[in-house]
C-alpha cells in the first residue's frame, strides 16, 4: 500500500473517530433532555429514535448551558474526548507509517 493511502485512510479514520464521538455526544444528550421540542426538529428518525446533525450539541451548548450546566460540561468533556482520541489515534498513525518507511 502506498504511502499516501495511508494517510488518507489515516485522516478518514481519525475524521469518524472525532465525528462519531460528537454525534454519539449530540444524541445523549437529546437523550437527557428527553428529547425535548426545543432541541429542534431531528435529522430523521431510525426505529422511532430522533437522530440529530452533530453539531446540534453546540447549538443547545450555547442555548441550554444557563439552565444544565453539568450536563453540558458532561458533554463537552466528551465531545473533547473524541477529538484528544482522534489526535492520539493520528500520532500513532505517524509513528507506524514512519517506521514502515524505514524498513
Known sequence: MTPTK?????????FAIV???VWATTQWTAAVLGYQAGLGE???ELLRWPVYY???LFEWWYAYEAYA????RRAGTFA?????????VAV?????RAR???F
Open 100 to 102: 514502515q518507511n524505514r
Open 92 to 96: 500513532i498513525g505517524s509513528l507506524w
Open 54 to 56: 452533530p453539531w446540534r
Open 19 to 21: 465525528i462519531g464521538g
Open 69 to 72: 450546566p453539568d450536563l453540558f
Open 42 to 44: 431531528p435529522w430523521f
Open 80 to 88: 473533547a474526548a473524541s477529538g484528544l482520541a482522534g489526535t492520539v
Open 6 to 14: 495511508l494517510l488518507i485512510g489515516q485522516a478518514l479514520i481519525v
